[in-house]
């Protein structure tokens, strides 16, 4: 079992930058892809960014390419994304997954394991 545990999320102005953590925990992580993704309220969740287990590949939505970047240390367990030039359309609550396979995907039913989210709130 895979424990994700994520922090990072609060509140920002719209051109601000957050970094949200993801931290792992119950067993290694580093040949597990991980991904990110958001659901807005009365929105359905949605693919963000992903990350290969050696973290040589990464993969962003068309609406953060440019503005997030997605990264781990696999000595520390753990996964971030970094959001710069934040817009308000970008705030929801960000969780990341744990994908048993070191290739990333953007679909979320390919992910087994979920943390519980972190909520982002962009102003305008």
């Known amino acids: 079992q895979v424990k994700l545990v994520e922090s990072g999320g609060g509140l920002v102005q719209a051109g601000g930058s957050l970094r949200l953590s993801c931290a792992a925990s119950?067993?290694?992580?580093?040949?597990?892809?991980m991904g990110w993704f958001r659901q807005a309220p009365g929105k359905e969740r949605e693919f963000v960014a992903a990350?290969?287990?050696?973290?040589?590949?990464?993969y962003y939505a068309d609406s953060v390419k440019g503005r997030f970047t997605i990264s781990r240390d696999n000595a520390k367990n753990t996964v971030y994304l970094q959001m710069n030039s934040l817009k308000p359309e970008d705030t929801a609550v960000y969780s990341c997954?744990?994908?048993?396979?070191?290739?990333?995907?953007?679909?979320?039913?390919?992910?087994?394991?979920w943390g519980q989210g972190t909520q982002v709130t962009v102003s305008s």
């Open positions: 997954a744990a994908r048993t396979l070191t290739i990333p995907n953007m679909r979320e039913l390919e992910y087994s394991y």
């Open positions: 119950g067993r290694t992580i580093s040949g597990y892809a």
């Open positions: 990350i290969s287990g050696s973290g040589r590949s990464t």
